[in-house]
């Protein structure tokens, strides 16, 4: 076997989809090819989320450039790493985050240093002859449970075998993802009854499909997409995205809520303003926390709803309190600004009785130590954990490979439609050959009523 110490860093500036610039690491171990990894972006970020560092020269990019962070990759970082084990993991993001010595990660950059924690993965692969899937499955192997969680039920069965995941796939998108009026962000489906990866997946496209054939019936320009992908209509409501995907579900052939069940983004924080939560769709309502939790409920109990993500801001944590205590035991409710997968808000989540899932995205938080931590912690303590990728994104399959090791249950990519999606949708179905690999699909939620 080759050596896995690390003998090259290099990163450089490529773009995303939405032509952003972003940064790719490459490392080389000893005597083997480079591995390669490129972060993500996000559009709705939370305000807690780590430090995406962008060069902010207006004169270039709009200031959006990343050269700064890949300067921090091929000089600090670089120094810094040659010579270790790009098999340590822990070992690698532990020094990146002393190195950085932020709170946020602000001085080298969480882009920069996520792609050098998820490169050494790769590096890693290349050294020992590995699939990127085996090389995540050995670096959750040292996340194990501190104790057994056996007493949950949500999420007993979960982060333990390699599992092909629940997809929740978006549709029809608004808010900051899409050109058209919508408040919410996202309106996805969940293929619950599906019985096999390849099933639910048929069953989304098939879906999508009649979604967009549906809003060019209806006079919308249905075949505009957002960023992710899904449909990005001008409807005359938020609930009337509701009614297209229901239409689109049995246009499909199959049942709603049986076979097919919705769920929703919300993306709150972005209309919510000074303790309000503005409505645009419908002639700038203004709606006060309790006033969205009784919409929520009167949509979960209108439609198949089994899922919802950041239903009320990221700061509003007495509102999310209520939410919970009315929808906790009917739907998922995920923490995405609310948690931004940092495993300090997550804990206070759990103190305080706030949502029951969490959205796990890798550039919110930074390394690949602490998000598995933040997925552990989400686990023990039965909360559906939601592997994530971003609005901007690319080629990079890690979150596919990522998800399938973990075990984690549930992943979010967007639509079915622009090929930074698709990579993980199709590296998916790559592994799905494996027939190792498990599939539990909407049996996770059978604890919900
Ligand atoms: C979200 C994500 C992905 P963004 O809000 O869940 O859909 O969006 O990457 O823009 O934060
Ligand atoms: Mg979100």
Request: aromatic share 6%; proline share 3%; hydrophobic share 40%.
């Amino acid at each position: 076997m080759a050596s896995t110490q690390i003998k090259t860093v290099h990163a450089r500036e490529v773009f995303d989809s939405r032509g952003r610039p972003t940064v790719e690491v490459e490392i080389a171990c000893e005597g083997s090819r480079p591995g390669r990894a490129i972060v993500p972006s996000g559009a709705s970020t939370g305000v807690f989320e780590a430090l995406e560092l962008r060069d902010g020269d207006a004169g270039r990019l709009q200031g959006l450039g990343v050269r700064r962070a890949v300067e921090n990759v091929n000089t600090e970082i670089r120094s810094a790493l040659v010579g270790r084990d790009a098999t340590d993991q822990q070992a690698i993001d532990q020094l990146l985050i002393e190195l950085d010595g932020t709170p946020n990660k602000s001085r080298l950059g969480a882009n920069a240093i996520l792609g050098v924690s998820l490169a050494a993965v790769y590096a890693a692969a290349e050294a020992e002859g590995t699939l990127a899937v085996e090389q995540f499955r050995r670096v959750w192997s040292e996340h194990q449970p501190d104790r057994p969680s056996s007493h949950l039920t949500s999420t007993s069965g979960l982060g333990v075998t390699q599992t092909l995941p629940l997809p929740m796939v978006n549709m029809i998108s608004g808010g900051k993802h899409a050109g058209g009026n919508l408040d919410f962000q996202d309106y996805l489906i969940l293929p619950v009854g599906a019985t096999s990866y390849p099933q639910a997946f048929e069953w989304i496209v098939t879906v999508y499909q009649h979604v967009g054939q549906l809003l060019t019936k209806a006079g919308f320009e249905g075949v505009l997409v957002g960023d992710e992908g899904g449909f990005g209509p001008k409807l005359t409501s938020n609930e009337q995205a509701l009614d297209f995907v229901v239409a689109a579900i049995e246009a499909a052939g199959l049942r709603p809520g049986e076979d097919v069940s919705i769920g929703l983004d919300v993306a709150s924080s972005h209309f919510h303003h000074e303790g309000k939560y503005r409505l645009a769709a419908t002639g700038d309502e203004e709606l006060a926390a309790s006033d969205v939790i009784n919409l929520l409920e009167d949509w979960v109990n209108r439609y198949p709803i089994i899922s919802i993500e950041d239903g009320l801001d990221e700061d509003d944590w007495d509102g999310w309190k209520e939410l919970t205590s009315r929808l906790g035991s009917r739907v998922q409710l995920i923490g995405d600004d609310l948690f931004v997968t940092n495993k300090e808000r997550l804990q206070r989540g759990i103190d305080s009785g706030v949502a029951n899932s969490v959205l796990i995205k890798l550039n919110q938080i930074g390394t690949l130590t602490e998000t598995l931590q933040t997925l552990r912690l989400a686990l023990d303590n039965g909360y559906w954990p939601v592997v994530s990728a971003r609005s901007g994104e690319t080629e990079d399959t890690t979150i596919a490979d990522l998800v399938v090791a973990t075990g984690a249950g549930q992943l979010k990519v967007g639509s079915v439609a622009r090929s930074e999606r698709l990579a993980k949708y199709n590296q998916l179905i790559r592994l799905s050959e494996n027939a190792e690999f498990g599939y539990a699909g909407g049996a996770i939620f059978e604890s919900l009523s």
